[in-house]
């Protein structure tokens, strides 16, 4: 419970009242002062001061001094007049209660005046400012269209006086001009007279020779004209040299290093079918041919379709013997890992086994061996994308096979089978088309 002070002191004049508070240890922190016109009252934990004022004061210019263990209060009257005491007498606590609560309601509304008159002057301080920013602005734009103003007027007098300038270039060019045509004319009427002068002393010389000189005159003119026509040209031949080469590609186009790259890779796998393997030595001669192994187990010529894409069939392929086929490359790639076909040929094989992984292993190897890309591995390499694009579908990694699909048709977008199943695949991606 707080301590009420009631050890103060007061004095007064006509137009003020002092009163000093003793509260020990205050300060500014600590003190918290409320005044109103009939109510004044100190908190300063744990001391309490509040006295109910005889009459009515400004508390507006009121002021209120803090330190020294002291607080000294000038209060001044809204009437110039003598106080009998500092305090209303004869105040119950209702009545106090009613001061209190009608002085907090006083405080509250002048400090919502206040606030509302704080944002009423802020209100019209940027008000202020946007008008004084807004002239700043005119003021700048004027200058800067004064500036433009001035800039247009001096291009365009410099544009007249160049205009002008070139105007007067024009007359003297022009006055020039007709000098040089007037001084033309004068030579050439000089030159027309000198001439007319010399045909007239010329005709009368010729006169007297008319009738002697018109037969070799008339011989003259004709074979005058005999010279001036030319004689026809004579027949000739050109012969034309073209550079030859391998393959029929435009120069601007070349490949010329990727085919020979190739060509050489394709003589060292001819040449390495002549290494002799140990394991092999109890085989037959043509046992130890790669190319004779692959003939026994290739492809031939017509096509039967499995899945997505079409295989060939031939020899053990043709008669659905797989297995046999497959031992055929395995020891045709013994003899010879170079040659890209049996890797492509092997991958058919395992496609119509089921050895899914298999066929997009050999069909991958058969890819990295038919590098550099040229025009004479372009079927192969076309093959190799479909038999691995077939395997991936066959494992329903349909984005995979689909992008060697699309790989195969830019090598020859012409193949309608190709085409077909890739559409087939797109479908099947977008969910329009059972997978089959």
């Given at each position: 419970m707080p301590l009420q002070v009631s050890d103060y002191s007061w004095q007064q004049t006509k137009v003020a009242v002092f009163i000093s508070v003793p509260l020990r240890g205050v300060c500014v922190r600590d003190a918290d002062v409320f005044c109103t016109e009939n109510y004044l009252k100190v908190n300063c934990p744990p001391f309490l001061f509040e006295v109910f004022l005889y009459a009515p004061i400004d508390d507006e210019s009121s002021k209120a001094k803090i330190g020294n263990d002291a607080i000294v209060f000038t209060l001044y009257k809204k009437e110039a007049a003598m106080w009998e005491t500092l305090s209303m007498s004869g105040v119950d606590k209702e009545m106090m209660q009613r001061i209190r609560e009608k002085s907090i309601l006083q405080a509250q509304e002048r400090a919502k005046e206040a606030t509302e008159a704080k944002a009423a002057a802020r209100r019209e301080d940027q008000k202020y400012t946007l008008n004084v920013m807004m002239k700043i602005e005119e003021e700048e734009r004027k200058k800067i269209e004064h500036m433009k103003e001035n800039e247009r007027i001096k291009a365009t007098k410099e544009l007249e006086a160049w205009k002008e300038h070139q105007r007067k270039a024009e007359q003297q060019k022009g006055i020039q001009r007709e000098e040089k045509l007037h001084q033309q004319e004068k030579q050439i009427e000089?030159?027309?007279?000198?001439?007319?002068?010399?045909?007239?002393?010329?005709?009368?010389?010729?006169?007297?020779?008319a009738t002697k000189g018109r037969s070799s005159e008339n011989i003259f003119f004709d074979k005058l004209k005999e010279d001036s026509i030319p004689a026809p040209r004579s027949v000739g031949s050109?012969?034309?040299?073209?550079?030859?080469?391998?393959f029929p590609t435009a120069l601007r186009e070349s490949q010329v290093a990727?085919?020979?790259?190739?060509?050489?890779?394709?003589?060292?796998?001819?040449?390495?079918?002549?290494?002799?393997?140990?394991e092999l030595y109890d085989l037959k001669e043509e046992e130890k041919n790669p190319e004779w192994l692959k003939d026994k187990g290739n492809s031939g010529g017509q096509k039967s379709k499995m899945g997505f894409t079409g295989l060939q069939s031939s020899k053990l392929f043709a008669t659905e013997n797989y297995l046999a086929a497959i031992n055929a490359y395995n020891l045709a790639i013994r003899l010879n890992n170079k040659i890209p076909v049996l890797y492509l040929n092997r991958a058919a094989c395992h496609l119509k086994l089921k050895n899914l992984h298999k066929a997009i292993e050999d069909s991958s190897k058969a890819l990295e061996l038919l590098t550099p890309p040229v025009a004479d591995n372009a079927n192969a390499r076309m093959k190799a994308h479909v038999r691995r694009g077939t395997a991936f579908c066959q494992l329903e990694l349909y984005i995979e096979g689909l992008q060697d699909y699309e790989a195969a048709l830019k090598i020859d977008p012409s193949n309608k089978i190709v085409q077909n199943d890739a559409e087939k695949i797109r479908n099947i991606i977008q969910g329009t088309e059972l997978k089959s």
């Open positions: 000089e030159e027309k007279k000198k001439i007319k002068h010399k045909s007239l002393t010329r005709n009368s010389a010729s006169r007297n020779l050109i012969k034309i040299n073209f550079t030859p080469r391998v990727e085919e020979e790259e190739w060509l050489h890779k394709q003589a060292e796998a001819r040449r390495a079918m002549n290494t002799d393997i140990p």
